[in-house]
Nanobody, 122 residues
Framework: QVQLIESRGGSVQTGGSLKLSCAASESAFRSNCMGWFRQAPGQEREGVASISTDGTTKYAHSVKGRFNISKDDAKSTLYLQMNSLKPEDTAMYYC????????????????WGQGTQVTVSS
C-alpha cells in the first residue's frame, strides 16, 4: 500500500533548474518524515533533503541554498526544487518515507520510490 513514484527528472545544463515530484500513496504520505536521496554510478547513496510533518527541513551541505524540499498535502506529493545545478548533482534521485522519532537524513527510511534520473552537463 505504501507507494512512492518519482518523476520530472531530466537533463539540463550547468546552472539550470529542475523540480522533481514524488507522488505518494496516502499511507506513505501519512509518514511523519519524507526525504530525497540520490545515488550516482559508483557512489554511495547520499541524503539530499528531508521534511517533517511540521515542515522542518534539513539539507545536505552540498545542496543547501540551492535545493528546496516541499510537499503538497492536498496532492500527496513531495517536491524537490533544484536550482543552480552542477554536474556533481548528476544522479538517480529517490524519494523516501519513514515513521521516525526524529526526522533528518540519518533517519531509517524504509519506503522508497523507483527513482528518476537527473543529468547535469557542463
Amino acid at each position: 500500500q505504501v507507494q512512492l513514484i518519482e518523476s520530472r527528472g531530466g537533463s539540463v545544463q550547468t546552472g539550470g533548474s529542475l523540480k522533481l515530484s514524488c507522488a505518494a500513496s496516502e499511507s506513505a504520505f501519512r509518514s511523519n518524515c519524507m526525504g530525497w536521496f540520490r545515488q550516482a554510478p559508483g557512489q554511495e547513496r547520499e541524503g539530499v533533503a528531508s521534511i517533517s510533518t511540521d515542515g522542518t527541513t534539513k539539507y545536505a551541505h552540498s545542496v543547501k541554498g540551492r535545493f528546496n524540499i516541499s510537499k503538497d498535502d492536498a496532492k500527496s506529493t513531495l517536491y524537490l526544487q533544484m536550482n543552480s545545478l552542477k554536474p556533481e548533482d548528476t544522479a538517480m534521485y529517490y524519494c523516501a518515507a519513514v515513521w521516525a522519532s526524529t526526522c533528518d537524513l540519518t533517519s531509517d527510511f524504509g519506503y522508497w520510490g523507483q527513482g528518476t534520473q537527473v543529468t547535469v552537463s557542463s
